[in-house]
């Protein structure tokens, strides 16, 4: 029988739940995503040239991790429901089968990143920055079933309430990729050749396979966790407990997908303007991605909390999770979109020197961005998180559709004309973006009010 009106836990008591699993994900989110950071900043000092093919191999990796993940990220409302209702078998099974799935998913997508060149060419990109760019993704694609095995794993450890040590594994993993990066991209400390792209490449590959080998090994030997038989009857293939991740994490995946590919038809237009446009657009992007982790970890902490007071059948406990999660989210943002409005050409200047005359295009062009972004990162947290807590509700179906509406039907579309037809470039661009998000975070809010309020069978 549900319980529609329990004894709720208070405001407090709530957020201290939701902060003791949003802080570490959002810091595992923001060390991580800093792999890509401290690669723009490198890439900075190999030249503009190296910037832009960066930006675009970097982009490209990242739409088809972030699509694949998103499938894999369907197990986390399944575990977390799973462990709201005591059912240790079955997070046994679905780890299992998660990890059947991150195989199935590499092998595929490894192919199409080696020939995303063919791609680039047929999109009129320049014949030297499609040369870089793929000798970074060449590379870069023996990182994915590390980077997947690690999305899949992290959601489990989340959705039992343990995510102190996805922060200390990512922190490390973070630390060693600049140093790799430093060594093997610059040819330092005793490393006599200077690799260049295909170094910062190859430090981000052995990065993925540490972590995703760290958190195995956490696994194994947590004294809590090690009761679950994560790895146990590993080769046994179950079809029916994969269809149920992949009812959920399909969707998930679709709507990632829509997201990330917004962002990456954004960085192939800027590239019609030239190497300028791209570098600006790859600076503003490479800041708002890494800033975006923090509200992405609180939608990672928003499924759980979400996902385990459905597992109790408790909805006064799901609607308080969400208020709580979405309320302290859209407070975060708005600090953050303030600071930027004011201050975008010190974050601007660690990337390139903004005195000098060479790079005055781009500073000029990533100022105005940075503020266009800066108001879209409000709206991009709230949506994200809501999101979040949808998920816990296992609907992921309905806002993938709403997904497409506002990002593609009416965000890309009003960036093209706003950009194209209208004459503002990239700015016009980020401006859709702008626009996308906005009615992406509206939509989601009232959906989440809808089935909170209303639909009491989804008990």
């Known amino acids: 029988m549900a319980t529609l009106y329990p004894s709720r836990s208070s405001i407090r008591t709530e957020l201290k739940a939701f902060l003791q699993l949003a802080i570490p994900l959002a810091s595992a989110q923001v060390a991580q995503l800093a792999t890509g950071f401290v690669d723009t900043v490198m890439m900075g000092h190999l030249g503009r040239e190296t910037l832009a093919a960066g930006a675009l191999a970097s982009i490209t990796f990242f739409s088809f991790l972030v699509t694949a993940s998103g499938v894999v990220m369907g197990i986390s409302p399944l575990v977390a429901e ?9 997070i046994e099974q679905f780890t299992r089968q998660g990890l059947w799935l991150c195989l199935l998913l590499t092998i595929p997508m ?12 047929q999109l009129g990109q320049a014949a030297t920055i499609v040369k870089l760019a793929n000798v970074y993704l060449d590379i870069m694609l023996w990182g994915l079933f590390p980077a997947l095995g690690f999305a899949m794993l992290r959601g489990v450890v989340l959705a039992v309430s343990q995510t102190r040590p996805i922060m200390i594994i990512v922190i490390a993993g973070t630390l060693f990729n600049i140093l790799g990066n430093y060594v093997l991209g610059f040819g330092k400390l005793g490393f006599s050749s200077h690799l260049g792209l295909a170094g910062l490449a190859l430090a981000s590959v052995l990065t993925l396979w540490g972590m995703f080998l760290a958190l195995v090994v956490y696994l194994l030997q947590h004294k809590q966790l090690r009761t679950y038989q994560f790895f146990h009857y590993l080769h046994q293939f ?3 407990l994969l269809l149920e991740l992949l009812k959920l994490g399909v969707p998930i995946s679709v709507f990632s997908a829509l997201e990330i590919a917004v ?3 954004v960085s192939y237009l800027m590239g019609v303007w030239g190497t300028d446009g791209l570098a600006a657009h790859q600076i503003v992007f490479q800041t708002f991605n890494l800033l975006f982790m923090i509200p992405l970890g609180m939608s990672f902490a928003a499924t759980a909390r979400i996902g385990q007071w459905l597992g109790r059948q408790n909805l006064a406990g799901i609607r308080q999770a969400g208020i709580v999660s979405i309320g302290t989210g859209t407070v975060w943002t708005a600090i953050v979109a303030i600071a930027l409005l004011l201050f975008p050409q010190p974050v601007i200047s660690l990337y390139i020197d903004i005195d000098s005359a060479e790079n005055a295009p781009v500073v000029v062009l990533g100022t105005t961005i940075m503020r266009v972004g800066a108001i879209a990162h409000l709206f991009d947290g709230v949506q994200k998180i809501t999101y979040g807590a949808l998920q816990g509700l296992k609907d992921t179906r309905v806002p993938m559709l709403l997904s497409f509406l506002s990002y593609w039907c009416i965000g890309l579309s009003s960036g093209y004309w706003l950009g194209f037809q209208l004459g503002l470039g990239g700015v016009g661009l980020w401006l859709g973006l702008l626009i996308a998000v906005a009615i992406a975070a509206g939509t989601f809010i009232w959906r989440f009010q809808t089935l909170t309020s209303k639909r009491t069978e989804l008990l």
């Open 238 to 240: 179950k079809p029916q």
């Open 263 to 265: 962002y990456t038809a």
């Open 110 to 121: 490894m192919i199409a990143i080696a020939h995303v060149d063919l791609i680039m060419d």
């Open 82 to 90: 799973a462990y709201g209702a005591g059912h240790k078998t079955r």
